[in-house]
């Protein structure tokens, strides 16, 4: 078969100039129970049916799922929802490579669905000028999901401000019915929408020590 790096064989409609993939919406219903990280995938299929994957690492943890889209379907398909890709979009970089990584995003989005899988779109903006693009293929009124790893909101002034004007575009843009935030967010925004906040991996395990601690302390 020729080869297709870009994926341009399989397309996916959308409305709007850049050709990027419109997604179906997402109920409420389809909320997982806890979120796991790509690299991190389970094979029990009982243990992952609550699961929501994400995709919240470094870009080349997860390339394969768009490098090698057929292969990676079907280590996707037992987990109950699936996160779109979280391909970065950093304020520095030139708007033509941030508008690339929205399209890769809803590519395997519509991809996933096309295929039968309950997807979750996940949602990121560097600064104003990503607005024209990085809201495009996402449904309203729709569960939708971000992170904050990794964005230092808390000791950075201006990623704070980047990152709170961005919330508030997207919900003004999408009025998700769910917000589903891996890592903390600023205060402000749990007045903007309804957030449900998983845990990081890293806070997962200071909670399991801090349990552990507790537990020694009571059986001492």
């Known amino acids: 078969p020729m080869a297709d790096p870009l994926n341009l064989s399989r397309r996916f409609l959308g409305d ?8 179906g919406h997402t109920p409420q219903a389809c909320v997982p129970d ?3 990280p790509y690299r991190q995938r389970a094979m029990d299929r009982e243990t992952v049916r609550d699961a929501g994957l994400h995709f919240f690492l470094e870009d080349y943890r997860f390339e394969a799922v768009w490098n090698r889209p057929g292969q990676a379907l079907k280590g996707l398909r037992p987990y109950g929802a699936i996160l779109t890709p979280d391909f970065s979009l950093y304020r520095d970089w030139p ?6 990584n929205v399209y890769r995003s809803r590519w395997c989005g519509a991809y996933w669905q096309a295929n039968g899988l309950t997807v979750i779109p996940t ?4 600064t104003a000028v990503s607005y024209d693009f990085c809201f495009l293929g996402l449904p309203r009124h729709s569960v939708v999901a971000l992170s904050t790893v990794g964005l230092r909101w808390r000791q950075d002034e201006t990623s704070r401000a980047l990152f709170l ?5 997207m919900t003004r843009r999408l009025s998700p019915s769910r917000v589903l935030c891996y890592g903390d967010l600023p205060p402000v925004c749990h007045d ?10 890293w806070q997962g395990i200071r909670q399991a020590r801090q349990w552990a601690e507790q537990k020694q302390q009571v059986t001492r």
């Open 34 to 36: 806890w979120l796991m």
């Open 16 to 23: 709007n100039p850049f050709g990027i993939p419109q997604l």
């Open 123 to 126: 949602v990121s903006w560097s």
């Open 165 to 169: 004007a961005g919330f508030r575009e």
């Open 192 to 201: 903007l929408a309804e957030i449900i906040s998983f845990p990081t991996r």
């Open 95 to 100: 708007v033509a490579a941030q508008v690339w």
